[in-house]
């Protein structure tokens, strides 16, 4: 990779300060952190209380709407529930607003039946989407049946296809597809996943995505996003007279004149970094041994397997043990529920 060749002398190079000029606006941008406007709509206050129960069964004096109220308080404030419930109270009793509010035993048994809140940062312009892909090791009966029997067959993989956008840090798609898929191919389904309404302004990939079918996916989506892929080494321009110059034509010739790092600063390919760096967040986070624990599966470790030491945590390549053939990979990641084929024990991979 190009950013590796300033790794022998990266940790003598100062880190750059930012020097304030505009001290006006950086301090009223400070202030606005904090600023705090709370109200609530009559159509809160109408769907505050449960609808009466038509069935047998306890009758719910809450709503959804005011649980989720409630967790939304708690998550932005980061309070335990307690204190959560306590502040609900002091802003209802400030705004005379004549609701009770839900105790935090109920809040704590309720939030379990509803969908998990995250505050991540809303996006304030356009995307800039970063694709990259990941391999997953996935050990099934037909693996535990080679391990007992003593007969090594191939192991089979599974890609994770993660569309990040690099101005949140938000994964705003991902696809899970068999180790027969290339990256290329799976382009346009993440771009799918992505409302059609909001706006991408550039779309960064590693070379793995090179081609001009790749470029032609992403502009058919939208006409007028910048498509920063490197070109293989050996990538010549489309059209020998330079009649027609497409971005990769662009591209290519860009990296001719300047060389592949100052083609790399130029066209700010430094950002699709952070699509490596969710990856490792999630390798940690979602891959750990206890990680899937509730959904059923019995281990999720790294996949080396050997009598030797086990590599780094950087280096490690995440495998998945399950039970009752069942994988629930990426839960957490975004709510999607699709079903893949298993072609290894015929077992259905859940996402």
């Known amino acids: ?6 790794e022998d002398r990266r940790h003598h190079i100062a880190k750059k300060s930012m020097k304030v000029t505009n001290w006006a606006e950086y301090n009223a941008g400070l202030r606005r952190r904090v600023s705090l406007t709370l109200w609530v709509t009559d159509e809160a206050i109408a769907a505050w209380q449960a609808p009466a129960r038509l069935t047998r069964g306890g009758q719910s004096h809450y709503s959804d709407t005011a649980i989720e109220t409630n967790l939304l308080i708690r998550a ?13 109270m002091s802003v209802f009793e400030l705004l005379e607003v004549g609701l009770a509010v839900p105790d935090f035993s109920t809040v704590s048994r309720r939030s379990a039946k509803l969908p998990s809140i995250s505050l991540g940062r809303l ?97 058919d989506r939208q006409g ?29 010739l860009m990296m001719e004149s300047l060389g592949r790092l100052g083609w790399q600063e130029a066209a700010g390919y430094g950002k699709r970094s952070l699509v490596e760096t969710a990856m490792g967040a999630l390798q940690d986070h979602y891959w750990s041994p206890t990680a899937f624990a509730p959904t059923g599966c019995t281990a999720v470790r790294s996949g080396h397997r050997g009598g030797g030491p086990e590599p780094h945590d950087g280096a490690r390549t995440p495998e998945l043990r399950a039970c009752c053939n069942r994988y629930r990979i990426d839960s957490g990641i975004k709510t999607k529920a699709r079903l893949f084929a298993d072609p290894c024990n015929n077992a259905s991979l859940t996402t």
């Open 1 to 6: 990779m190009p950013n590796k060749h300033n």
């Open 224 to 252: 007028d996003i910048t498509v920063v892929i490197p070109p293989r080494a050996s990538a010549l321009p489309s059209q020998a007279d330079g009649s027609i110059v497409t971005q990769r034509d662009a591209h290519v």
């Open 123 to 219: 996006p304030t312009g356009p995307l800039h989407v970063v694709i990259d892909s990941t391999g997953l090791k996935v050990f099934g009966a037909g693996q535990w049946l080679a391990e007992k029997h003593g007969q090594r067959s191939r192991r089979c993989w599974r890609k994770l296809h993660l569309a990040l956008d690099a101005n949140t840090n938000q994964i705003v798609a991902c696809v899970l597809t068999s180790q027969d898929m290339d990256d290329p191919s799976q382009v346009g389904p993440l771009l799918d996943q992505i409302p059609a309404d909001i706006e991408i302004n550039q779309v960064t990939a590693d070379g793995a995505y090179d081609g001009e079918a790749t470029c032609k996916t992403i502009l």
């Open 76 to 88: 932005a404030f980061r309070m335990p529930l307690r204190q959560a419930q306590r502040l609900m």
